[in-house]
């Protein structure tokens, strides 16, 4: 598969969010200011980037030399939580602005499954690491894409008002996110 | 034993983890297009529930407090990949149509959640409990979703035996000429759930405005006399 039609397919055609379920609940609980929208988005890139790399280093330099495929769900889930971890630590100490801005989504990001759905993908799909490279990136920045759009309608909704009791809060919010699915159908003969 | 029953119903309906306290909605929204994976998939969540909670409530008093949570995440990590492998062995298709979502229940917020807020504190039969509960649970959320979004969407309900890849039956219940197959798409997934999530809504807010009236009138009637 060429890089570009990768970058589309992860990024657009078949987004984290809207058509493989995955990250809904940062998507749902992170979404009421776009602000907070983005700099989750971002923080999500961030980690998911690194730890992809991680974890694709650990695997084929040190599980797969030694046979032991089976621990990688184990030693992936290690290495996201204690590389959020450090991260959190190095930015507390030495980029203290960042890790204001950053710091309370950070510990959030060990719990969204799409980092270590990534990080697992990469080793079942046999990428290489410069697609393991591209394929992080692109699906991370389609889910700072949605998110970013959904919190705008979100934004909007919640200031107008006008939402019936029974549907206000995350009722409301998962039918905003079905029509968007719909829009996305657009980009599926795209690939 | 009306202790057991107590923890059973209130992890299971009053704090139930789809509905009430929106956890875990990744595995809920992506395999519940048709009932055979739902129940799958929720049988699944169950024994790794039962089995993590069983584990740590009986290592609650070895486990230091400043490094649980690690200690958590290689117990849950370690049980989810015995399942997975047994589920490899033993029920190949099902495996396959779970896809990474099976593997994904090491960060179903559900299990962490049981882990610290329950099974740390309580002895082991009540953590298996309270597991069971929790799960059955979701068990339930995630057959409702699934009945729903299968007989919408294709008018029929069909359930395959995962260990012999035999149907167990398939019923019409109406002509999927007249079927509305976007709800076994994704929009369908998030739609429903919406719709479930505001019909739950709507239902505690008449049972809660109802609750008020007849206490009131209980007070005026009390006034009265």
Not at chain 1, 137 to 149: D, E, M, N
Not at chain 2, 4 to 25: R, Y
Not at chain 2, 89 to 112: D, K, R, S, W
Not at chain 2, 134 to 160: K, M, Q, W
Request: aromatic share 10%; hydrophobic share 55%.
């Amino acid at each position: 598969m060429g890089i570009v039609t990768l970058i589309i397919s992860a990024m657009l055609v078949s987004n984290v969010v809207l058509v493989r379920f995955l990250g809904t609940c940062p998507f749902l609980g992170v979404s009421k200011k776009i602000s907070n929208a983005i700099g989750l988005g971002l923080a999500t890139i961030f980690v998911v980037f690194f730890s992809s790399l991680l974890s694709y280093g650990l695997y084929h330099l040190v599980l797969k030399p030694l046979g032991l495929e089976f621990l990688s769900l184990v030693s992936f889930i290690l290495i996201i939580a204690s590389f959020v971890q450090f991260v959190e630590m190095f930015l507390k100490k030495y980029i203290p602005s960042l890790y204001r801005s950053l710091g309370i989504y950070l510990p959030l990001i060990t719990t969204n499954c799409i980092v270590l759905a990534i990080a697992l993908e990469n080793i079942g799909n046999n990428y290489s690491l410069v697609e393991t490279i591209v394929y992080s990136l692109s699906v991370s920045a389609g889910f700072l894409l949605v998110l970013i759009l959904f919190s705008v309608i979100r934004e909007r909704i919640d200031s107008l008002n006008r939402v019936p009791q029974a549907f206000k809060g995350a009722a409301i919010a998962l039918i905003i996110t079905a029509l968007m699915t719909m829009a996305f159908f657009g980009f599926q003969g795209l690939v | 034993m009306k202790q057991k029953i107590n923890i059973f119903i209130s992890s299971a309906f009053s704090n139930n983890s789809t509905f009430v306290l929106l956890l875990g909605l990744c595995s809920i929204l992506a395999t519940s297009s048709t009932l055979s994976s739902a129940v799958g998939m929720g049988l699944a969540v169950m024994i790794v529930l039962m089995m993590t909670n069983l584990i740590i409530s009986l290592l609650r008093k070895i486990i230091p407090a400043e490094i649980r949570i690690p200690v958590y995440i290689i117990i849950i990590a370690s049980t989810v990949t015995v399942v997975d492998m047994l589920m490899k062995a033993f029920t190949p298709e099902l495996t396959i149509t779970l896809g990474v979502y099976l593997q994904l229940i090491v960060v179903n917020c559900i299990i962490m959640a049981r882990a610290e807020v329950f099974a740390s504190k309580n002895k082991p039969l009540d953590s298996l409990i309270d597991g069971f509960g929790t799960a059955f649970g979701y068990l339930i959320s995630i057959i409702v979703l699934s009945l729903l979004r299968e007989i919408i969407g294709t008018g029929s309900l069909t359930f395959v035996n995962p260990f012999t890849n035999a149907t167990v039956f398939s019923w019409t219940i109406f002509d999927a000429r007249y079927a509305i197959s976007l709800m076994v798409s994704n929009t369908g997934a998030f739609l429903i759930l919406g719709l479930l999530l505001a019909a739950i809504n709507a239902l505690s807010m008449l049972i809660s405005s109802h609750k008020k009236r007849r206490k009131e009138a209980l007070i005026a009637k009390g006034g009265q006399g």
